[in-house]
């Protein structure tokens, strides 16, 4: 299970994130695989401001961002060590770039 350091602002435990209204959903990404093991979905949950990879549902890591008019800063970046040497960290931050 994945956790917010104990330093982070809004320590708490992660779980994915819930439906956002309709009219702030972005347009769906495509599924992105990582090998043989499952297809990863990235998704900005902006009251939390971390974007967060699911595979098959399950919350595999989250990216920790501030943004400001202008600028968005990743501040913290975890994949779950089941997760770990599969790309996912890597999926998740080129589609939270795309997103900049």
Request: charged share 20%; net charge negative; with cysteine.
């Amino acid at each position: 299970m994945l956790r917010r350091s104990a330093s982070s602002p809004a320590a708490r435990t992660l779980t994915p994130a819930a439906a956002t209204p309709p009219c702030a959903v972005p347009a769906p990404r495509p599924r992105r695989s990582i090998g043989n093991v499952a297809a990863v979905e990235v998704h900005d949950n902006p009251p939390e401001e971390p974007y967060e990879a699911a595979v098959d549902g399950a919350l595999a890591g989250f990216a920790e961002y501030r943004q400001e008019p202008g600028l968005i800063a990743f501040v913290h970046t975890e994949v779950d060590q089941a997760f770990e040497g599969h790309g996912v960290a890597s999926i998740l931050i080129h589609d939270a770039l795309e997103d900049a």
